[in-house]
T-cell receptor, first 109, second 112 residues
Framework: KNEVEQSPQNLTAQEGEFITINCSYS?????LHWLQQHPGGGIVSLFMLSSGKKKHGRLIATINIQEKHSSLHITASHPRDSAVYIC???????????FGKGTLLTVNP | DAGVTQSPTHLIKTRGQQVTLRCSPKSGHDTVSWYQQALGQGPQFIFQYYEEEERQRGNFPDRFSGHQFPNYSSELNVNALLLGDSALYLCASSDGGTGTQYFGPGTRLLVL
């Protein structure tokens, strides 16, 4: 079993829809990252959080430490949101990030 | 302010050869991490460099080695290349290693 599991693996939505991507992890963590990867490879860091909730524009990330679960929400989705969204965790005193396999989001106009 | 840069962008090698990939961190960052991303998979941690020393290493063989220079730039070396080493190699920099990671565009390596 992978330390970081994401669901769904693939998600197709219509423009304007509310999107939720889930991440579950099995280890104690000190931080969780949400990342966005576009075709061609470049990765952009969206959020780093260790508790509660963060919001940036149309993106919202939440984390429940007790349940070892995080969600990434996109409100009013747009075709330019189409990308792979990756959850990654850093455990305890570790410096390394452990990544999920990613969720491929396609938003159709 | 330049972000994280990597070179080269693409590389083709044959089995058994050696390769060196380069990374320049974001200005002000002192820590560089290297990741390998196979097609359709999430990145896998190779190692992290801080103060010119390897601070932590993932589950990669000794064929994978690195270096960090006094200006914080870093190299990843892979010896005796295997077909399975074909992947996107990503470099990420941060301040101290535990904060937000800033990723470079990656080097796509193809081993034939």
């Amino acid at each position: 079993k992978n330390e970081v599991e994401q669901s769904p693996q693939n998600l197709t939505a219509q423009e304007g829809e509310f999107i939720t991507i889930n991440c579950s992890y099995s280890v104690g963590i000190s931080a969780l990252h949400w990342l966005q990867q576009h075709p061609g490879g470049g990765i952009v860091s969206l959020f780093m959080l260790s508790s509660g909730k963060k919001k940036h524009g149309r993106l919202i990330a939440t984390i429940n430490i007790q349940e070892k679960h995080s969600s990434l929400h996109i409100t009013a989705s747009h075709p330019r949101d189409s990308a792979v969204y990756i959850c990654a965790v850093r455990g305890g005193s570790n410096y390394k990030l452990t990544f999920g396999k990613g969720t491929l989001l396609t938003v159709n106009p | 302010d330049a972000g994280v840069t990597q070179s080269p962008t693409h590389l083709i090698k044959t089995r058994g050869q050696q390769v060196t990939l380069r990374c320049s961190p974001k200005s002000g960052h002192d820590t560089v991490s290297w990741y390998q991303q196979a097609l359709g998979q999430g990145p896998q941690f190779i190692f992290q460099y801080y103060e010119e020393e390897e601070r932590q290493r993932g589950n990669f063989p000794d064929r994978f080695s690195g270096h960090q220079f006094p200006n914080y730039s870093s190299e990843l070396n892979v010896n005796a290349l295997l077909l399975g080493d074909s992947a996107l190699y990503l470099c990420a920099s941060s301040d101290g290693g535990t904060g937000t990671q800033y990723f470079g565009p990656g080097t796509r390596l193809l081993v034939l």
